[in-house]
Every structure is written in C-alpha cells, then in structure tokens.
C-alpha cells in the first residue's frame, strides 16, 4: 500500500486553536529530547506559545464542554446494537478522568508556569529581534549551559502543569477524528466544491484530504460551516510560485464531526 499523506482544515476558530496547540505539543515532545541548547530554546519558546494561546480565560471551560459532550454521544453509542462497549466504557472513563484533571489545574492553565521567573523573563523578551541572546538574558545563557539531562529535568517540570492540556487535547480531537466519513473523491480540473449536510444534531468541525506522498499536487482548503472548497496546486521547485493544477485529481476526502 503506498503511502498517504493528510491535509487537515478546521472548519471553526476553536478546532484551529486545538490544532495549532497539537502542533505545538508535539513539537515540544520531540524538541525536548534533544541535547542541544537550541533544542532547550525550542521547548521554551514552544511552551511560551502555548501559554499564549491558552491565556483566555474561558479556554479552560471550553475544553470541558467538549469532553463532556464527547461523554454524552459516547454514553447515547451504547445502546447501538453490536457496539463495542468495553471500549465505550474505557472512553468514557478516560474522559471523565480528564475532565477532573483540568478543573483541578486552576482557573487559567499554565498559570504555574508563568510565576517562574526565568520563563517569565524570556516571555517579556522573546518579541523583541534577537532578545533572548546571552547578551540579553546572561541568567537564561547560563541555564542553558547545564548539562543536557538537567536541562531536560527543568524542562519536564515545568510541563508538568500543561499534562492534563495535553492529553485533553489528544482525546478531543481523536474522538473528532474518529467520528468520519470518508469518501473518494475526483477535482476536475484541480477543484473541487461542496456543501456540509451535517446529520441531526452533530457538525462538522475538520476536512481532511488524504493524497499518496508522492503526489505532484497539495491541496489548499478553504471553507467554513456551511460549505468548502478544495484547491489542488502543483509546482516544480520551491522557488516557483505555485499554480492550480489542470489535471483532474483522484483523492480521499473525510469530514470529521461530532
């Protein structure tokens, strides 16, 4: 079987912010086993950007809307003839799990971090060109002068807080994605359009495209609630400015919703 490569859209702000924050994790969990100090650099900056984005206060209740209301679909799934219920009940517990962790973590997530003054410090620099170079933050430069494994303990540490975050991340958007239908799908002329008949009770919250990996062609999608359009765009070289393909392309369409 050759393989795919998946292009996501989010189809509201909200499953935006999730996935750039799902983005930011999983960068930081491979940043983070790195011995560099840019490495260190990279974990930091990551984390700072994830407190930004998670500074609203109501982020928080938001979160534990969906998971409730992930728990209330999966609870009406078990009444459904030849459901897998051991795997229901697990997902459900899961969630129940995570909804208590993150009331737990206080009012705003990663507010424990920030009374760090190290990261407090960096976070008032990092906007400024250059601000966080040893000439700038001596205190920062000597931090990152400690031997890997330590570096990687403080950093573990001070993740600490955002674990419950995470994993609630992680499960919302499984269940999301999970929740699929596929399709196989034809872009006459590299185009292709359609509308969201969402089901009775239940929306649509990502597209995704899945095409082989070796493709010429990458898709940009555009859309919102009520419809969505799926570009195809084919270049030679990076230097190239990219154009809409003429081809009619073969791919594999999924819309997620809950």
Not at 109 to 132: D, F, M
Not at 231 to 237: K, L
């Amino acid at each position: 079987m050759k393989k795919k490569i998946l292009y996501e859209h989010p189809l509201n702000e909200r499953i935006r912010i999730l996935l750039r924050l799902e983005y930011l994790f999983e960068h930081i969990m491979y940043r983070l086993k790195g011995p560099s100090e840019w490495d260190s650099r990279a974990v930091i900056n990551s984390i700072i950007e994830i407190l930004d984005l998670t500074s609203r206060i109501d982020f928080k209740a938001e979160l534990i809307k969906d998971l409730e209301y992930h728990i209330q679909i999966l609870e009406q799934w078990q009444s459904l003839p030849d459901v897998d219920n051991e795997r229901l009940n697990k997902l459900i517990n899961k969630t129940g799990i995570l909804i208590d962790r993150l009331n737990e973590a206080g009012e705003v997530l990663g507010e424990k971090i920030l009374q760090h003054k190290l990261i407090s410090v960096i976070k008032q620099r990092r906007n400024i060109a250059g601000g966080t170079s040893s000439s700038d933050l001596p205190a920062y430069y000597h931090w990152l002068q400690k031997y890997p494994k330590r570096r990687q303990d403080d950093l573990a540490h001070w993740l600490e807080p955002l674990e419950p975050l995470r994993d609630a991340i992680d499960l919302n958007l499984y269940l999301i994605r999970s929740n699929a239908m596929t399709t196989p799908e034809i872009a006459a002329g590299g185009l292709f359009q359609s509308k969201l008949d969402s089901p009775t009770n239940t929306n649509y919250h990502i597209i995704q495209v899945l095409m082989p990996i070796v493709h010429a062609c990458y898709p940009e999608i555009s859309g919102g609630k009520q419809r969505f359009t799926i570009r195809f765009f084919e270049t030679n070289t990076v230097e190239e400015r990219p154009l809409q393909t003429q081809q009619d392309i073969n791919f594999e369409l999924r819309c997620c919703m809950v």
